[in-house]
């Protein structure tokens, strides 16, 4: 976690702590991410990588809350997608398997950053029709088998590839 904010239900943010004190008494109201959860069912919200106020790449992840008295007050705290990423990366096997996270319009979440970088566009987008697939792609010159599984609690994949040359090493040296 980068930092955690409290707002009170005109969107400003009246509580902070973290790394960029000047979010402190910020408007948010504006906000996509704000505006979705205010308007949404759930009462939660995770956003997609996006700027914000601090122009640097990061997520959001908010609860509401309605008072009785009336009201709305909201604690939000945000990710900062590489940190994120060096987590994702203890699940590969190895570096000759890459994970990212991609949302539905095709756009990284979390990537290596040697690959690309947050709100970039992949040369993939799993299709949102299906859950989990496995699809065999050429990029660059190079064929991959690409693994994605659509999440639940928030609408990205995680894709993950390996060059077929890798993937089917072990068939090819047993022919």
């Given at each position: 976690?980068t930092d955690v904010?409290?707002?009170n239900e005109s969107?400003?943010?009246?509580?902070?702590?973290?790394?960029?004190?000047?979010?402190?008494?910020?408007?948010?109201?504006?906000?996509?991410?704000?505006?979705?959860?205010?308007?949404?069912?759930?009462?939660?919200?995770?956003?997609?990588?996006?700027?914000?106020?601090?122009?640097?790449?990061?997520?959001?992840?908010?609860?509401?809350?309605?008072?009785?008295?009336?009201?709305?007050?909201?604690?939000?705290?945000?990710?900062?997608?590489?940190?994120?990423?060096?987590?994702?990366?203890?699940?590969?096997?190895?570096?000759?398997?890459e994970s990212t996270?991609?949302?539905?319009?095709?756009?990284?979440?979390?990537?290596?950053?040697?690959?690309?970088?947050?709100?970039?566009?992949?040369?993939?987008?799993?299709?949102?029709?299906?859950?989990?697939?496995?699809?065999?792609?050429?990029?660059?010159?190079?064929?991959?088998?690409?693994?994605?599984?659509?999440?639940?609690?928030?609408?990205?994949?995680?894709?993950?590839?390996?060059?077929?040359?890798?993937?089917?090493?072990?068939?090819?040296?047993?022919?």
């Amino acid at each position: 976690f980068t930092d955690v904010g409290f707002l009170n239900e005109s969107g400003v943010q009246t509580g902070y702590a973290g790394l960029f004190p000047d979010l402190l008494n910020k408007n948010y109201s504006r906000e996509a991410w704000l505006q979705s959860l205010m308007t949404q069912e759930q009462d939660y919200l995770i956003s997609d990588v996006y700027l914000g106020f601090r122009n640097k790449p990061h997520f959001t992840i908010a609860v509401r809350q309605d008072r009785v008295e009336g009201g709305t007050w909201v604690l939000r705290s945000t990710l900062d997608p590489d940190k994120f990423y060096m987590f994702l990366r203890t699940i590969g096997r190895g570096k000759s398997v890459e994970s990212t996270l991609i949302n539905a319009a095709g756009r990284y979440q979390l990537v290596d950053p040697d690959r690309g970088e947050p709100l970039g566009m992949s040369d993939f987008a799993p299709p949102v029709e299906e859950a989990t697939g496995v699809h065999e792609v050429e990029t660059g010159g190079e064929r991959f088998l690409v693994g994605h599984a659509w999440l639940r609690e928030t609408p990205w994949a995680l894709v993950v590839r390996q060059a077929t040359r890798l993937a089917h090493a072990d068939m090819y040296k047993s022919r």
